[in-house]
Structure formats: C-alpha cells, structure tokens
Nanobody, 115 residues
Framework: VQLQASGGGLVQAGGSLRLSCVAS????????MGWFRQAPGKQRELVAT???????GYADSVKGRFSISRDNKKNTVYLQMNSLKPEDTAVYYC??????????WGQGTLVTVSS
C-alpha cells in the first residue's frame, strides 16, 4: 500500500476529526505533501499542504478550521479538522503535491458531516 488514509467517520456539524495518512517512499521526508478531498459529483480539490520544512497552506474554505502536520519518522501526514461543516463531507486523500511524484490515490477515507 503506497498511501493509506484513515480516521474518517460520521460527525455532527461543529465536531472534529483527525485524519492520518501513511505514505510509502524514501522521499517522504523531503517532499511537499497535501490533503485532497472529493465530494460527490465534484472534482478533487487540494485543501491543505505542508512542505518538508513544515510550512503550511490551506484552501480558503478550510482556513482557520483545519491544521496539517507531519511526522517524518513515521512517514505520516495528519489533518486535524475542527468546526466541521456539512460541506466538508467528502472522501479525503493524501498524496504528494508535485504531480510527478504522485502515487496512486488509494481509497481515501470518508468524512460525513451531518447538519
């Protein structure tokens, strides 16, 4: 398994979840990683990124609510999601941000936010 995301589930609006993603590959520690999501009927979108030096970036829709972090010793990237909204409902994936380094997407982890 090259990318294994976990931690999704059903949560009420206003709740929190923490997603984890273990990535294979010796370049993990030097690569920019991202969390992506795909809602039903919509295209996949990038919601958060983190560089090898822990600089982070967020889509406007999640800024102030989501926080991305990484543990290079565990080849793992995390997404802490707070103040969840129904519009955050989607399958969440992690992957390398640079397209040339992308791994197959995997199954992702489903986040469902009820109103």
């Amino acid at each position: 398994v090259q990318l294994q995301a976990s931690g999704g589930g059903l949560v009420q609006a206003g709740g929190s979840l923490r997603l984890s993603c273990v990535a294979s590959g010796s370049i993990f520690s030097i690569a920019q990683m991202g969390w992506f999501r795909q809602a039903p009927g919509k295209q996949r979108e990038l919601v958060a990124t983190i560089t090898s030096s822990n600089s982070t970036g967020y889509a406007d829709s999640v800024k102030g609510r989501f926080s991305i972090s990484r543990d290079n010793k565990k080849n793992t990237v995390y997404l802490q999601m707070n103040s969840l909204k129904p519009e955050d409902t989607a399958v969440y994936y992690c992957n390398y941000v640079i397209v040339a380094r992308r791994k197959p997407w995997g199954q992702g982890t489903l986040v469902t936010v009820s109103s």
